[in-house]
T-cell receptor, first 111, second 117 residues
Framework: AQSVTQLDSHVSVSEGTPVLLRCNYSSSYSPSLFWYVQHPNKGLQLLLKYTSAATLVKGINGFEAEFKKSETSFHLTKPSAHMSDAAEYFCVVTGANNLFFGTGTRLTVIP | DGGITQSPKYLFRKEGQNVTLSCEQNLNHDAMYWYRQDPGQGLRLIYYSQIVNDFQKGDIAEGYSVSREKKESFPLTVTSAQKNPTAFYLC????????????????FGDGTRLSIL
């Protein structure tokens, strides 16, 4: 069965410092994994996806994520946070008949 | 610009009333989806459709209905049977990459926020 756990409901960083948003997944086969970002009262926007090619995936706005099968993790990182990065982030894993969404991590960026 | 348009942005439902949320896409995607988002929770699938005139129930279909008469349109009706309709509703579409929930990312509209009067 598939599931996804976002380990932090809220992360707070200072502008210009690194961002780490953690995601662990469970899957009975090789899944596809996604990170989406949601700004207030908006839909979800795709940041990046992993589909069994390179384990280090680069996305938009300077974000990247590394797929680690041994740790069943897909953490999202960015070297330097910007004020515009403040939003809700969702880790998503594919299942046979559904997508499994994490409960989200709210990122706050302190000026 | 291609995308997904949801309307209205805000909607209020009276007791015993059915309301319909609109979703239109011009991305030429075959698959369309409806999700419900509640605070502190991930998105939950209500219904999805792979092709015109066909749709399948998701995890929380009770109290909702859909139609897919055109490829571009996938309206969602929240019926009076849905006792807790207050939520943010998101429509999405995607290419079907072999199967519906594949490695093809979904594209989302900006949502409709439904509240009870």
């Amino acid at each position: 069965a598939q599931s996804v756990t976002q380990l932090d409901s809220h992360v707070s960083v200072s502008e210009g410092t690194p961002v780490l948003l953690r995601c662990n997944y469970s899957s009975s086969y090789s899944p596809s994994l996604f990170w989406y970002v949601q700004h207030p009262n908006k839909g979800l926007q795709l940041l990046l996806k992993y589909t069994s090619a390179a384990t280090l995936v680069k996305g938009i706005n300077g974000f990247e994520a590394e797929f680690k099968k041994s740790e069943t993790s897909f953490h999202l990182t960015k070297p330097s946070a910007h004020m515009s990065d403040a939003a809700e982030y969702f880790c998503v894993v594919t299942g046979a008949n559904n997508l499994f969404f994490g409960t989200g991590t709210r990122l706050t960026v302190i000026p | 610009d291609g995308g997904i348009t949801q309307s209205p942005k805000y909607l209020f439902r009276k007791e015993g009333q059915n309301v319909t949320l609109s979703c239109e896409q011009n991305l030429n995607h075959d698959a369309m989806y409806w999700y419900r988002q509640d605070p502190g929770q991930g998105l939950r699938l209500i219904y999805y459709s792979q092709i015109v005139n066909d749709f399948q129930k998701g995890d929380i279909a009770e109290g909702y209905s859909v139609s897919r008469e055109k490829k571009e349109s996938f309206p969602l009706t929240v019926t009076s049977a849905q006792k807790n309709p207050t939520a943010f509703y998101l429509c999405a579409s995607s290419i079907i990459g072999g199967r519906v929930f594949s490695n093809q990312p979904q594209h989302f509209g900006d949502g409709t926020r439904l509240s009870i009067l």
